[in-house]
């Protein structure tokens, strides 16, 4: 892996503001549904669109509910600098890129790929506390941490 230097305050921004899209992208979905939903004749012939409309707005508020419950996290992610892996840290192994802030998985910065993962995740567990020049193993795949931002 290139050593590059990151902005951590930019890549909290960013993850804060893909955040902010997912949640206005699945306010339009569930918009969009429920008024649907409201289309839908109310005769017995439609009872199982109904049903499965009232299911997809189930799922998509429990999915809004978890995305705002990421944006009240990323709230308590802080930007201090710190020599070992904590909430907040940016972790370079030789394998991979870990913000340790939410549970947002995979995305792209300024052309790189990186892992925003949750302190509760076994990943950040795992580094949590750990330094620079530390090495760990999970589920069988060897890792050194290059650098923690």
């Known amino acids: 892996m290139q050593k590059a230097t990151y902005n951590k305050n930019d890549l909290r921004v960013f993850v804060r503001d893909m955040l902010s899209g997912k949640v206005k992208t699945l306010e339009f979905y569930l918009n969009f549904t429920l008024e649907a939903s409201r289309e839908v004749k109310k005769t017995s012939k439609y ?15 429990k999915q809004m509910a978890n995305l ?68 760990f193993t999970l589920n069988k795949i060897y890792q050194k941490i290059e650098e923690v931002i």
């Open 47 to 61: 009872d199982s669109i109904r049903e499965e409309m009232q299911d997809e707005i189930y799922h998509l508020d």
């Open 68 to 135: 705002k419950n990421m944006q009240q996290q990323m709230k308590k992610v802080l930007n201090s600098e710190s020599d070992h892996a904590k909430l907040g840290s940016l972790v370079i192994t030789n394998k991979a890129r870990f913000y340790i802030s939410v549970s947002l998985g995979e995305f792209f910065f300024e052309g790189d790929r990186f892992y925003a993962i949750s302190p509760e995740s076994p990943m950040a567990k795992k580094i949590m506390g750990m330094k620079a020049g530390e090495e």
